[in-house]
């Protein structure tokens, strides 16, 4: 059974968008349940970037949420209620799952970086939407964690963003353990790359959007569909496919200008192509 589209206006308030100087800043704004991502915030989520990829004068994107956590995962409530279905859920488990792995692929195959701005506790799901993001800066008042093993369900999604950005040894402590990580351990780890004072990680964030807006956009989009393109392949096979890669990037206009503009000691002009 589907599970029932959030409406528009739902979804507008669940999930807030501003724009500014080439920067999309996306914020989870459903402190009432923790920022979790219910059905109708995957729903916000996978539209907003679906708008997004499309939209040219997006140069990157900030991801961040309100409230006292950033976000604690799936919706327990929502799933629990759907025990009573003839199939005791789990087509609606199956589905939601889905549509949540779906969302992060969305951010991993986004053309722009995402930059997620962690005020706080990132829990389950919540951890792996971090995990997701390309880069992440963190307040030192966050904390990181996989609990599912501790409710006798173990966090079997957030594994895969988790073990694809920590060693997997420190993944599969997060995930044996169930215990609270915080941003500092979380920096130790690679899963974030900032710990900041705590108020300071939106600013930082956007530190890192407004650098990679200032670059050209064809050549951050082909490089960050190479990262993981080649993280997914034998060494040899990796450096086939990135001599490739920069071999066409090489014969983009934006290479040729910014090769010309270092041999000609002058800012580069980016045409994004």
């Given at each position: ?8 206006q ?7 968008r501003?724009?500014?100087g ?6 989870l704004n459903d402190?009432?349940?923790?920022n ?14 679906k708008?997004?990829a ?5 140069r990157?994107v900030v991801l961040?949420a309100?409230?006292?956590v950033?976000s604690?995962g ?12 003839a199939?005791?859920?789990?087509a ?6 889905d549509?949540?792995?779906a969302?992060?692929q ?11 701005a962690?005020q ?13 993001c390309?880069?992440a ?30 060693s ?21 780890m ?19 959007a ?17 990262f993981?393109q080649?993280?997914e ?18 014969l983009a206009?934006?290479?040729e200008e ?5 041999l000609?000691?002058r800012?580069?002009r980016?045409?994004d192509?």
């Amino acid at each position: 059974m589907n599970a029932p589209s959030p409406a528009p206006q739902q979804a507008a308030t669940t999930l807030q968008r501003h724009d500014q100087g080439g920067v999309a800043t996306l914020t989870l704004n459903d402190p009432a349940s923790r920022n979790s991502l219910s059905e109708a915030m995957l729903a916000a989520l996978s539209e907003t970037l679906k708008a997004i990829a499309a939209d040219n004068s997006v140069r990157a994107v900030v991801l961040a949420a309100n409230g006292p956590v950033f976000s604690s995962g799936h919706n327990l409530k929502e799933m629990t209620a759907r025990r009573a279905d003839a199939d005791r859920g789990r087509a609606y488990f199956t589905e939601i799952l889905d549509r949540c792995s779906a969302v992060m692929q969305q951010i991993v195959t986004l053309p722009q970086p995402v930059i997620a701005a962690v005020q706080a506790t990132a829990t389950a799901a919540g951890c792996q939407l971090v995990a997701s993001c390309d880069l992440a800066v963190a307040s030192s008042d966050a904390r990181f964690c996989t609990p599912g093993v501790n409710l006798g369900l173990f966090c079997s999604t957030p594994m895969v963003a988790l073990s694809r950005n920590v060693s997997r040894k420190h993944a599969m402590e997060m995930l044996l353990l169930g215990e609270l990580v915080s941003a500092e351990e979380a920096l130790r780890m690679g899963l974030v790359n900032r710990v900041v004072p705590p108020g300071e990680e939106h600013g930082a964030a956007q530190a890192f959007a407004r650098t990679i807006a200032s670059k050209s956009t064809l050549t951050v989009k082909i490089g960050k569909k190479a990262f993981y393109q080649q993280l997914e392949m034998g060494l040899a096979d990796a450096y086939r496919h990135a001599s490739a890669v920069m071999v066409d990037n090489m014969l983009a206009r934006d290479a040729e200008e910014g090769i010309g503009a270092l041999l000609g000691k002058r800012e580069p002009r980016w045409e994004d192509k």
